[in-house]
């Protein structure tokens, strides 16, 4: 076990790079100019020297080098200084966002905590729902509670969030009234009233995202439990004379979860990455709608350094999803 | 089984039916679904009213009457007009004609990437660590910010190769296909691992069959029902990115309608025209609901083992 998870972390540092190489080499093709707003006035020569000022006189190997080196070593350094307050910051060079020509890092920081509240908490909400509902629909195969939850986690499936959101922002914004339309991300929640207002604008962004969310994890939770209700062991536990109660939630709903789990801890990433759209209906200044903003401004190393992070999320859970597989389930050897 | 009936004249009759083609089956099982019957029916529909609509509607999609803007319901305008005064019935069927050829294309493109890809690392294990290895790198890219990126870098350039229209359906089929093939990629290397090791296959081999023949011939059927349910699918996926990319304005140019576009033009009059954004974002909720009942319908209906039950 220990050496797969040390095979499978050495393998993912290729990976990563290969895919920052990708996403570098995509990003070097755009026709993206951070001086396209400069005054026309600016003689040639100045321009030139302001192109190098800013790192692009380069051939692209050493800029891609240079990047890394700033992502991988002078980067963490700032972000762990600034979390514990150790002086290991390393002075120098930092990426800059050709927008506000701040480092990146900061303001990924800055934009962290919206997008952890509302898809993070989105997400749990529907962890919360899905399970207690996928294991009644398998374990009521067909009743009227099955058809329904079905025929709704198929609807919140299908439905897509630039559809339900607007919807939801027409019934409950303007024609009801309940909620704020727009997310205000300067609101400091330090009393009861704020707090209120808080969660009514965090309502329906929440809500759009746990109903996707829940439909999802709802239609595994249901397909792996009716895969083992049929299983022998659980024929040999009533037949022991076991209650019904212990039989569903103890044995069946345990092996259940395995799969489920793994397929929850795949979804984590886009608790950082999939909620653009959402977030851009609702105006909450996360991480997805930094990127939006990053890729309408073509902000290249805002663009590159975001998707990379994203792709190292996506690279991380996929080893943590296929080491709980094996650790929930002992038939699983990796070695 | 020691008290089998003895043969009535109808079990008989049934035994000496004269063989019927397979697909029949499949038809009969697909039809006692019933989510996915109707999604069929609602599927076709608007296909129809998509395809054929504009043949049978009066007005123009990008015809632009600056005097009848912002009408509501009417008999002139059964679902109004916009804010520069076009048929929105019209604009609905012209954004649904794109939407649609672009589900279908991606779908095209995607399957067919991902059979190609899975049955040449299925059965050939020189290359399957190679393409494995391909499939999990691309599963790891983030793909919504990469279809943007893509989507932003390559606009100007086959606008002016092959036109506006041309040049932004390729793009976004191809970034699409592109980035969707893997699932259906998985899926098929594994059902091809496992029908490789088959008797049939053996036999095909030991009588010197080439391997583009035994693929052709004995594998490629044999994976079929899987990659048409992905394909079904995929139709819905792809409708969504499609209409996710118009709605993050970095789809087709303004002036030509698609759902997701056309949602995201209403949304900014979405106190005064509700109706503007809302009705095709239900018509994209009714076509990917209406496919992916299709698809698990047809999950069914081609699995010999629920079939007949």
């Known amino acids: 076990m220990f050496n797969y998870t040390l095979r499978r972390l050495l393998l993912a540092i290729p990976t990563l790079l290969f895919i920052s190489l990708v996403i570098f080499l995509l990003l070097e093709l755009s026709p993206g100019d951070p001086l396209a707003d400069m005054p026309l006035s600016i003689p040639p020569e100045v321009r030139q020297e302001m192109r190098i000022a800013l790192g692009m006189g380069e051939v692209w190997y050493i800029r891609f080098y240079k990047w890394l080196y700033l992502f991988t070593v002078v980067e963490p350094s700032h972000v762990i200084a600034g979390f514990t307050g150790l002086d290991i910051a390393i002075e120098g060079q930092r990426i800059l966002s050709w927008q506000t020509r701040s480092p990146v890092s900061d303001i990924i920081i800055q934009r962290m905590p919206q997008t952890l509240w509302v898809v993070g908490l989105a997400y749990l909400f529907g962890v919360l729902v899905a399970v207690p509902i996928g294991v009644y629909s398998a374990y009521r195969q067909y009743s009227w509670f099955d058809q329904t939850g079905s025929f709704i986690s198929m609807v919140g499936f299908s439905l897509p969030t630039f559809f339900t959101g607007p919807l939801l922002i027409l019934i409950f914004a303007v024609w009801l009234g309940w909620f704020p339309i727009i997310y205000d991300t300067t609101l400091n929640v330090n009393n009861w009233e704020t707090f209120l207002k808080q969660v009514r604008q965090m309502a329906m962004p929440v809500f759009v995202l746990t109903l996707y969310n829940a439909a999802q994890i709802s239609r595994f939770m249901r397909a792996s439990m009716l895969d083992n209700m049929t299983q022998d062991y659980v024929r040999t536990a009533r037949a022991k004379g076991m209650t019904e109660r212990i039989v569903v939630l103890v044995h069946v709903l345990r092996n259940s979860l395995i799969p489920v789990v793994t397929v929850i801890a795949l979804g984590i990433p886009t608790v950082f990455t999939g909620a653009i759209i959402t977030e851009q209906i609702f105006r909450v200044n996360g991480l997805g709608q930094l990127l939006i903003t990053a890729i309408y401004a073509s902000d290249i190393p805002m663009v590159l350094t975001l998707s990379v992070v994203f792709a190292i999320l996506i690279v991380l859970f996929n080893l943590i999803a296929d080491l709980l597989y094996a650790i929930l389930d002992p038939r699983i050897r990796y070695d | ?309």
């Open chain 2, 1 to 309: 089984m020691t008290d089998a009936p003895a043969p009535t004249p109808e079990t008989a009759a049934a035994a000496f039916r004269p063989p019927r083609n397979q697909w029949w089956d499949v038809w009969d099982q697909f039809k006692t679904h019933k989510g996915a019957l109707s999604g069929m029916i609602v599927f076709v529909a608007i296909v129809l009213f998509c395809f054929i609509g504009p043949w049978l509607w009066i007005h123009d999609a990008t015809y632009i009457n600056i005097r009848a803007r912002n009408q509501g319901f009417s008999w002139t305008h059964p679902l109004g007009t916009d804010q520069l005064g076009r048929d929105m019935l019209a604009r609905m069927m012209k954004g649904g004609q794109v939407s649609l050829a672009v589900g279908m294309a991606a779908m095209v493109l995607s399957v067919l990437l991902g059979t190609l890809i899975g049955v040449v690392a299925g059965y050939f294990r020189r290359i399957d660590g190679l393409l494995m290895r391909m499939t999990d790198l691309f599963l790891a890219l983030p793909l919504l910010p990469l279809l943007l990126v893509m989507s932003m870098l390559f606009r100007q350039r086959l606008s002016s190769l092959f036109g506006v229209e041309t040049g932004m359906f390729i793009l976004i089929v191809t970034a699409i296909g592109v980035t969707s093939w893997m699932q259906t990629a998985r899926i098929v290397r594994g059902d091809v691992l496992a029908l490789k090791e088959r008797e049939y296959v053996l036999a095909a081999r030991s009588i010197g069959t080439p391997p583009r023949r035994v693929i052709g011939r004995h594998v490629l059927p044999n994976v079929l029902s899987p990659v048409m349910v992905s394909a079904t699918l995929m139709i819905a996926t792809a409708i969504i990115t499609e209409s996710a990319l118009s709605f993050l304005g970095l789809g087709f140019p303004p002036d030509f309608p698609t759902w997701g576009r056309l949602v995201s033009d209403g949304i900014d009059y979405l106190q005064q025209y509700p109706s503007r954004a809302i009705l095709p974002g239900l018509f994209i909720s009714l076509t990917v609901l209406s496919v992916n009942y299709i698809g698990d319908g047809l999950r069914d209906a081609l699995d010999p083992r629920i079939r007949g039950r």
